[in-house]
């Protein structure tokens, strides 16, 4: 599996060329499982201070008002501000996503093979994984994935993960749902792996919403160049 972390990080080196738009849509559910509230987004990839941000674009299928258009704006130059001032810190302006970072499975989880699969057909390792060692308590991550056991498909040739999959130990909140998160990668332009989908299962603890249920899919990938990157200064303008 050592061999699995190599080829990742390799691979990450070749992601940031590209650009994305993201599709999220979520559902809300009662303590009864009965659809409370479904909501959609969109947003595309910018680059602030050499760094990807997500700037929506659509709510619910319809573009921004304007008073929406001028908040985003106001978000994103205060996000390039942050950057630019503290850049190793994560801005409470950035757009957040929740990630299951494969470098804390092989700190805290253990492995086993678990046999091969074609994949669309591609053939693959499945890998099967479980805690093994407690995690920090001050770190998120680590919590999340302490308390999971996942599965992963390998693709055989380049060592890349096409699906992980991770749930949760026990079933939680009001509803009773186990935690679950799947991702999907796909090979592009036959050297680099790019997500295409991460599903969700969310319980939450309080409140009339026992659970959340998303969707977030990936798709109008394009390489990145020079006149790709947008800048923030008075106004959001790009390219230069």
């Known amino acids: 599996m050592s061999r699995v972390l190599e080829a990742e990080n390799e691979n990450r080196h070749r992601m940031v060329n590209?650009?994305?738009?993201?599709?999220?849509?979520?559902?809300?559910?009662?303590?009864?499982?009965?659809?409370?509230?479904e909501q959609s987004s969109a947003f595309e990839v910018t680059f602030i201070e050499g760094k990807p941000a997500f700037r929506r674009i659509s709510i619910n299928g319809r573009p921004l008002?304007?008073?929406?258009?001028?908040?985003?704006?106001?978000?994103?130059?205060?996000?390039?501000?942050?950057?630019?001032?503290n850049p190793g810190i994560p801005s409470p302006a950035e757009?957040?996503?929740?990630?299951?970072?494969?470098?804390?499975?092989?700190?805290?989880?253990?492995?086993?093979?678990?046999?091969?699969?074609?994949?669309?057909?591609r053939d693959c390792w499945v890998v099967s994984?479980?805690?093994?060692?407690?995690?920090?308590?001050?770190n998120l991550d680590e919590q999340r994935i302490a308390h999971s056991t996942a599965k992963f498909?390998?693709?055989?040739?380049?060592?890349?993960?096409?699906?992980?999959?991770v749930f949760g130990k026990k079933p939680e909140g009001p509803?009773?749902?186990?935690?679950?998160?799947?991702?999907?990668?796909?090979?592009?332009?036959?050297?680099?792996?790019?997500?295409?989908?991460?599903?969700?299962?969310?319980?939450?603890?309080?409140?009339?919403?026992?659970?959340?249920?998303?969707?977030?899919?990936?798709?109008?990938y394009r390489r990145f160049t020079s006149e790709s990157t947008v800048q923030v200064n008075e106004e959001l303008v790009g390219p230069p």
């Open 153 to 165: 498909w390998i693709d055989k040739q380049t060592l890349h993960r096409m699906r992980m999959d």
């Open 175 to 220: 509803a009773k749902v186990h935690e679950f998160t799947s991702y999907e990668w796909r090979q592009r332009d036959g050297e680099v792996w790019l997500v295409t989908a991460i599903r969700t299962v969310l319980p939450l603890h309080s409140g009339p919403i026992a659970y959340y249920e998303g969707e977030q899919t990936y798709s109008n």
């Open 65 to 85: 008002t304007p008073e929406e258009e001028r908040a985003e704006l106001a978000r994103l130059r205060q996000l390039a501000e942050d950057r630019r001032s």
């Open 18 to 37: 590209y650009l994305f738009e993201e599709r999220i849509i979520r559902k809300s559910f009662d303590r009864d499982r009965k659809l409370a509230a």
């Open 95 to 121: 757009q957040r996503r929740r990630s299951h970072p494969l470098r804390v499975f092989f700190d805290l989880h253990e492995f086993a093979m678990s046999g091969s699969e074609v994949v669309d057909g």
């Open 129 to 138: 994984s479980k805690p093994a060692h407690p995690p920090r308590e001050d």
